[in-house]
């Protein structure tokens, strides 16, 4: 009982961490072919080199193409930031605007492409820009991240190993979110089929399994590109679900679980509107939760994995999510009275929260004590 009472609490506080956010500046930094960074490069807040912020919100005829689209790629960065990895429709109209400058000013541009596919991700239509984009300059490294998805959009295996093997090459991917990526995979089962956030759990995700053929029994099922019809079908077929397909990404989550005879997990990064929804049917598994209707939690195989777990707490906000199996634990072994076991937990938390700026948070929702 009391693992559920945790898990609650921290989900409808919200503090469960999210993949769409910010990780530290300190990330390794891609090739500087752009002054923009991707979230996985760690370059949420990047602001090319002498130019005010609120500028980018204009047309300026004195900047170049690839600085336009700096600005949208900044304006995309920082919304989800903002709203933890969605669009509001503020938001969305706004990309739209600047998608449509890119387009009037440099029509047919390699910018012109990867503007529309930023807004109008993740369409059918993106993907076919994303296409032009690549056509008209292949080479161009913000294409690495994009044709990560593209890929998996299309279950193509062969692109796939070849992506990953170029995004862990080029991408820049800030090496605590390979770390993060381990652990993410050490809390699925066998043969699991597990819903990932977005770019900053997905694409590591991704890397490990098609680059260096890591628990390659996981699908990786990106919730950002559900909305997608083409893509949802072909997951739905990939977990081998029996059923019509589910009409939307909401029923393709509250679905899957009852329609596959994979066990279904959603990553912790989902993040607290997600995890609200399904909270009566999710165990925490480490860095996921389980889906079932008979959920609980298996504190020993928890406990286990926990010390097996490299526990990286730079890779910015996502690094939160190790609080929560952490708490879940020492609360069991407080309900347990295993106080050896309790204070060497409590004292490995308070470091991690302490690194992460989390120790209030604890406070708050109970772990720690004072």
Excluded at 98 to 114: G, K, L, V
């Amino acid at each position: 009982m009391f693992l559920r009472s945790v898990f609650v609490l921290f989900v409808l506080s919200g503090a469960t961490a999210f993949a769409q956010v910010e990780v530290p500046a300190r990330a390794v930094q891609q090739t500087k072919a752009t002054a923009v960074q991707d979230p996985v490069q760690g370059g949420w807040e990047a602001t090319p080199a002498g130019v005010d912020r609120e500028t980018l919100d204009l047309f300026d005829a004195t900047r170049t193409p690839a600085q336009e689209l700096d600005g949208l790629r900044m304006q995309r960065n920082e919304a989800l930031s903002r709203n933890k990895g969605s669009y509001t429709a503020a938001d969305k109209q706004q990309l739209d605007l600047s998608a449509d400058r890119i387009n009037s000013a440099y029509p047919n541009s390699f910018e012109a492409h990867m503007a529309t596919f930023y807004a109008q991700f993740p369409t059918a239509r993106s993907f076919t820009e994303l296409g032009a984009a690549a056509t008209s300059a292949p080479e161009r490294i913000e294409l690495v991240g994009p044709q990560l998805a593209a890929a998996a959009r299309k279950d193509d295996r062969p692109t796939l190993v070849a992506c990953a093997k170029d995004m862990k090459e080029r991408g820049g991917v800030a090496p605590p979110l390979y770390l993060y990526a381990e652990d993410l995979l050490k809390s699925v089962d066998e043969k699991g089929v597990l819903i990932a956030a977005g770019e900053m759990d997905a694409y590591p995700l991704w890397v490990k399994q098609f680059a260096e053929g890591k628990r390659t029994d996981v699908l990786v099922i990106d919730r950002r590109m559900l909305p997608d019809p083409e893509y949802r079908g072909r997951m739905w077929g990939r977990a081998g679900a029996t059923g019509p397909v589910p009409p939307d990404e909401a029923s393709f989550i509250a679905k899957l679980y009852t329609s596959t005879g994979r066990p279904v997990f959603l990553s912790l990064a989902v993040g607290a509107e997600v995890a609200r929804t399904h909270a009566a049917l999710l165990s925490v598994t480490g860095l996921a939760m389980r889906m079932s209707e008979s959920a609980r939690g298996d504190m020993a195989k928890l406990g286990s994995l926990w010390k097996g777990m490299r526990k990286p707490t730079d890779a910015g906000p996502i690094s939160k999510n190790y609080l929560i199996p952490g708490s879940l634990l020492l609360k069991h072994y407080r309900a347990m009275d295993d106080e050896r076991n309790a204070s060497e937990l409590e004292a490995e938390l308070r470091i991690m929260a302490q690194r992460m700026g989390a120790t209030q948070s604890m406070i708050t929702n109970g772990i720690f004590l004072h």
